[in-house]
């Protein structure tokens, strides 16, 4: 199977290098991936800006635009020379429950290679209790790197790529998002629903002097609280199990009943 990996933590992240070693054993894997760290682009996208692409190794390349350029130029730029049957985005350097998909890169580049027609899967691991954030030591991607690799035909079939061979799916397009904690055995694997990511960080304003009218802003997103409603990803990830959410990249919902409105034109 020819597997394109991406990220949006950056081409040298432990994540992504462990995602690929655990992959490279029965697959040809190739990887594009951001110079560096490029968490909450979302689905950014590049359009008419020349981008930089750098060969680090056969099939490797970093990128200096965000996730969803890393996949424009591996489906669409021809670089790789191969046909590519899989994405998976991953392994993310935390979480990327309920609506955080929204703002994602890792979740967005799976999103996007759905919609180009291809199987799509993204990966995100969270480390648990006090343990330091910063410290690499204490990020353990293996065992769900072996999960994604022992489990790729299976991953797969449960996607919905928008796109089947010339033809647009009449169905919405899905991929697959997976989710898992730190324990230190999985108890199995849960499908769930997608989980409220209600955010308490600060916009932080710093107005200058000579003009009220100027200011600058940071956002600190850091305090976050999950909706612990039962069949969410957050519940079954604290529960010791790994998340599987098939999401769908449409965004409309199902209809509704309208005829008895009176609408003014």
Not at 73 to 86: E, F, Q
Not at 145 to 160: D, M, Q, Y
Request: proline fraction near 4%; glycine fraction near 10%; hydrophobic fraction near 35%.
């Amino acid at each position: 199977m020819n597997i394109l990996i991406t990220n949006d933590d950056g081409y040298y992240s432990p994540g992504i290098t462990a995602l690929a070693d655990a992959l490279s054993v029965d697959n040809k894997v190739f990887v594009i991936a951001p110079e560096g760290n490029r968490s909450g682009k979302g689905m950014s996208v590049h359009i008419s800006v020349p981008l930089e692409y750098k060969k680090v190794g056969e099939g490797r390349y970093t990128c200096s635009g965000n996730p969803v350029d890393c996949i424009v130029a591996g489906t669409k730029a021809n670089i790789l020379d191969a046909k590519i049957d899989l994405v998976i985005s991953g392994i993310n350097k935390g979480p990327n429950l309920g609506t955080d998909i929204m703002y994602s890169g890792t979740c967005s580049a799976a999103k996007q290679a759905t919609l180009f027609g291809i199987p799509a899967v993204a990966v995100s691991l969270n480390i648990t209790g006090d343990k330091d954030w910063d410290d690499d030591s204490n990020w353990d991607y293996g065992p769900l790197a072996s999960f994604i690799a022992g489990n790729l035909k299976e991953l797969a079939a449960l996607t919905r790529p928008s796109i089947i061979g010339e033809d647009v799916c009449y169905d919405t397009g899905i991929f697959v998002n997976i989710n898992a904690f730190d324990p230190e055995q999985y108890k199995g694997v849960k499908q769930t629903t997608c989980c409220f990511m209600k955010h308490d960080g600060q916009a932080e304003l710093d107005i200058t002097e000579d003009n009220k009218g100027d200011f600058t802003s940071v956002f600190w997103g850091v305090s976050s609280k999950a909706c612990r409603r039962e069949g969410s990803d957050y519940q079954a990830c604290k529960d010791g199990y790994i998340s599987l959410s098939r999401v769908a990249v449409d965004p409309t919902t199902e209809p509704m009943d309208i005829s008895n409105i009176t609408w003014r034109l």
